[in-house]
């Protein structure tokens, strides 16, 4: 493998979800990009949380297909519609936390708008808490080619940015690299845990 200080960069970020407990069981996937066609994409099955390099397969982005024959996420048709549509996209980071696994069940509609919090400053592009932000939340599909599409159509419509939920399933989000995707993370995964328990609080 050629070095890629972007890998070395995803297998660390790879450790603190696995520490956090946001790749329960073998959940998650993550990806860097290596230029316009090609991507490093965590291998089917493992446990993310103790990855190495040598558990990040080469896949083409146009194409899906991993030359080493080996087999790359199940979601690899999710990190490479984000590679195509987004040139800038550096990073992927698909997790299971309990936060977006629930929130994206109470939330009814197709997008959760997020407003109020001064956390939202932690995503690229947004300097204040009055401003709403929408991360669309699809219906989960174990056709990933068709939640592709579905998504892709979204993108078509309306802004994505930063991310999306997964219906009972997790977040996946996106930044120009490795830091900027962990800090999106990051700052997602408060703003659900801040929604979730003011939604609870606030039930009638
Ligand atoms: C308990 S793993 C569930 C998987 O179907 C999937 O959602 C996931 O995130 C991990 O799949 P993987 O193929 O290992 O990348
Ligand atoms: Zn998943």
New binding site residues.
């Given amino acids: 493998m050629t070095e890629n200080l972007q890998l070395d960069a995803l297998v660390d970020a790879c450790r603190w979800i696995g520490a956090k407990g946001w790749a329960p ?5 993550m990806s860097v990009r290596e230029d316009a066609h090609r991507c490093w994409l ?1 291998e ?3 446990d993310k949380g103790s990855l190495t390099g040598d558990d990040f397969l080469q896949v083409d982005i146009g194409t899906n297909q991993a030359p080493s024959g080996r087999k790359p ?3 690899t048709g999710l990190h490479t519609l984000i590679y195509r549509l987004f040139p800038e996209a550096g990073a992927v980071l ?1 997790v ?1 936390t309990v936060n977006a696994t629930v929130l994206s069940r109470v939330e009814k509609s197709a997008e959760l708008v997020l407003c109020g919090y001064e956390m939202q400053k932690s995503l690229r592009g947004q300097s204040s808490h009055l401003d709403g932000v929408a991360i669309p939340v699809f219906d989960n599909d174990q056709d990933i080619d068709a939640l592709a599409r579905r998504i892709e159509h979204y993108a078509t419509e309306r802004p994505l940015s930063y991310g999306f939920l997964l219906r009972g ?2 977040l996946t989000c996106w930044g120009r690299d490795v830091a900027e995707a962990r800090r999106h993370l990051e700052g997602l995964e408060f703003l659900f845990e801040c929604e979730l328990r003011l939604r609870q609080l606030e039930k009638p």
């Fill in positions: 069981a073998t959940g998650g996937n965590s089917s099955g493992k996420s199940a979601e698909h299971h399933h997790g």
